[in-house]
């Protein structure tokens, strides 16, 4: 019975073996159906992605080529713009150095022409007040001489200080 039991065994396991053989034969059959769709596809698709992908390389490059452009022309300008700003820092320190030489000049020409303003008030005032003073202090003089001849009498005292005081 052992042996019997054992062929029985034995004869199942082959047949489920078997049953995985044709298992895997069938799961490898629908791989390779399902590969060789897949393939289609991609043979398919692969025409359309190599175009895709050539315009997007011609793209790029177009890009590049205006990128570079646009790249050197805005280096031209930020040039130009570096060379002018060093041309009106320049322009700007020469009128800076001008005027403060403009300013240092109408501040001796301030300074002399107030010299002159006082030195023409000190002579107006030697040439001209003075003289007017000294002519009033006559003039305060003759009055009251003629003043004092025409009354005929003695002046009052007081009257007489205030003459004088206000004479000297």
Request: zero cysteines; proline letters at 2%.
């Amino acid at each position: 019975m052992n042996q019997d039991l054992l062929l029985v065994l034995m004869t199942v396991f082959v047949g489920i073996t078997a049953l995985s053989f044709v298992a895997q034969a069938i799961a490898s059959i629908k791989m390779a159906r399902t590969a060789g769709e897949i393939k289609k596809s991609l043979d398919a698709f692969l025409p359309k992605a190599e175009a895709a992908l050539a315009n997007a390389e011609r793209t790029l490059n177009e890009s590049r080529e205006q990128i570079t452009g646009v790249t050197r022309r805005a280096n031209e300008v930020l040039d130009l713009t570096k060379t002018q700003l060093v041309r009106i820092d320049t322009l700007i320190e020469d009128a800076s150095g001008r005027a403060r030489q403009q300013m240092d000049k109408v501040e001796v020409l301030l300074n002399d022409t107030m010299s002159r303003v006082q030195s023409t008030v000190n002579g107006v005032q030697s040439s001209i007040v003075r003289p007017l003073r000294e002519i009033t202090g006559v003039a305060a003089g003759v009055r009251s001489a003629v003043t004092q001849l025409l009354k005929g009498s003695p002046a009052n005292v007081a009257q007489v200080t205030a003459d004088e005081e206000m004479f000297i």
